[in-house]
Structure formats: structure tokens, C-alpha cells
């Protein structure tokens, strides 16, 4: 360590040694208090925006607030329970829906296969009357000749279920 010099009065001493300091530090003791100074603002303004305007504790407000929120979830959660099963009963329904249509669908084809199969009866009824007609009745001034009998069946199927046969002609 180095030696102050002495000048033989102590005060004197000491005033020096002061001197010394304050001119070393000094410039750190300005950025010091003039950082301390922007903490005491910027606390202000921190202690302004948490400071309540009334008598109830911010605290107990935010835990109020918690709970308040907590039990709107709650609720939400609940809502969307309710919702998921009544939307599985709708998906339920459609489906019942649907293979109530499809029945439906399938005895409108049956009904629609006979009514084509007795139209298709009913077509060659008359053709067979119309022709048996002709042979008892012929028209005065014609010659009873032979005429072919054409039945014309495009049904697929017949009454009872099975494949019709080709169109026939006869004589």
C-alpha cells in the first residue's frame, strides 16, 4: 500500500485524502443517483398501476376474478359435453334415417319390377285378344289370312321371379 504523505496536521490529512476520494468517485456517484433517481420513477409509475382506487385488495380481485373464470370454463365444458351427445343422437337418427330410405328405396324397385311385369301381361292379353278378334271377325271385303302374333316382352322378369323368355312369333 502506498503512503499518504504527512503533512503534520492531521485534519489537514484527512481533508486531502477526502479531496482524493471525492474526485475518484464522483463520477460514479452521479451515474449512481441519477440511476436511483429513474428507479424512483419507474416504482412510481409500477406502484400508480397496482395501487387500488378502492378499499378491496388487488389480491382478493384476482382471486375472485380466477374463480369467476374458472367456473365459466366449467360451464363451457359442460355445454360442450351436452353438445357432443346430442350430436352423436343426430348422427344416430341420420342413420336411422337412412336405412329407412334405403328399405323404402328397395320395396319401391319390387313394387315397380311387378307393375311391369303385369303391364307387360296386360300388353300381350291385349295383343292375343286383338289377333283372336281378327280370326272370328274378319273385316267384311278382307280375306281371313294368317297373320303373325309378335308378343313383345322387354321385362326382365316375369311374376315369379325368373328371366322372361325372347320374344316369340307366331302363326
Known amino acids: 500500500m502506498t503512503d499518504i504523505p504527512k503533512t503534520g496536521f492531521p485534519v489537514i490529512d484527512i481533508a486531502v485524502v477526502v479531496v482524493i476520494a471525492l474526485s475518484v468517485a464522483s463520477p460514479f456517484a452521479v451515474k449512481t443517483y441519477r440511476a436511483i433517481q429513474e428507479l424512483r ?8 398501476q397496482v395501487k387500488n382506487d378502492h378499499g378491496s385488495n388487488l389480491r382478493d380481485d384476482l382471486d375472485k376474478t380466477t374463480e369467476i373464470t374458472r367456473e365459466g370454463w366449467k360451464a363451457v365444458q359442460v ?15 341420420f342413420g336411422g334415417l337412412r336405412s329407412e330410405m334405403r328399405h323404402e ?3 319401391t324397385d319390387d313394387i315397380n319390377k311387378r307393375v311391369h311385369a303385369l303391364e307387360m301381361k296386360t300388353e300381350v292379353a291385349k295383343q292375343v285378344k286383338a289377333e283372336v278378334d281378327r280370326k272370328v271377325n274378319p273385316q267384311p271385303n278382307t280375306a281371313a289370312t294368317a297373320l303373325p302374333i309378335v308378343i313383345n316382352t322387354t321385362a326382365t322378369e316375369n311374376s315369379g321371379g325368373g328371366p322372361v323368355p325372347p320374344t316369340h312369333t307366331y302363326e
Open 105 to 107: 328405396r328397395d320395396k
Open 41 to 48: 420513477k419507474d416504482m412510481v409509475s409500477v406502484k400508480h
Open 79 to 93: 355445454t360442450l359435453a351436452d353438445i357432443q351427445d346430442k350430436l352423436k343422437n343426430v348422427a344416430l337418427d
